[in-house]
């Protein structure tokens, strides 16, 4: 029965120490991580008011990345890419050039997002970009509300990563 029992509290010992290794949420969204997917919505103060609704995968970093928008049955709707001087639309079998990835998040969304700031907020970088501050307590939940009060019309943006 000694045997028994001494090798129960064994074993759950080894689980609890498991379970306290395990890393946290947030060490997922690290700053090495080069891809992230997950909803986005948008919500535009506009006169009427526009809501965009998406999937995304997102992959790369400030300076070189994709962007894919997802319908809800998980079909690719459209891709944005970007590199240095470059940004392009793939979207219904076409292929547009922007002159910087916010002119194409703005044709995209209505609103120009802030790509440089996200992944600096994925990495956990409380920063303001572009007259938009990020609330960052949801990150270790996988979520991140950013808001722009300026230039109107003001803009919210929610992220929940899977």
């Not at 129960?8 to 379970?19: P, R, T, Y």
């Not at 609704?53 to 997102?58: I, V």
């Not at 970009?129 to 979520?143: E, F, Q």
Request: net charge neutral; aromatic share 8%.
């Amino acid at each position: 029965m000694g045997g028994f029992l001494g090798r129960w509290w064994l074993l759950v010992l080894m689980a609890m120490l498991g379970a306290c290794a395990q890393p946290p949420r947030v060490q997922q969204l690290a700053a090495d991580r080069t891809a992230w997917n997950g909803r986005l919505a948008l919500r535009i103060a506009s006169d009427p008011p526009q809501s965009f609704f998406a999937g995304f995968e997102l992959r790369g970093n400030p300076r070189s990345g994709e962007l894919s928008l997802l319908s809800p049955l998980g079909s690719t709707l459209g891709r944005l890419e970007w590199s240095a001087g470059d940004a392009l639309l793939r979207w219904n079998g076409q292929l547009r050039r922007f002159p910087s990835i916010g002119a194409l998040t703005r044709e995209v969304t209505g609103t120009e997002l802030p790509i440089g700031s996200l992944f600096l907020w994925l990495a956990g970088e409380q920063t303001r970009g572009d007259g938009w501050d990020a609330d960052l307590s949801g990150l270790a939940d996988g979520k991140i509300v950013a808001r722009r009060t300026e230039p109107v019309p003001a803009v919210e943006m929610r992220l929940v990563f899977e």
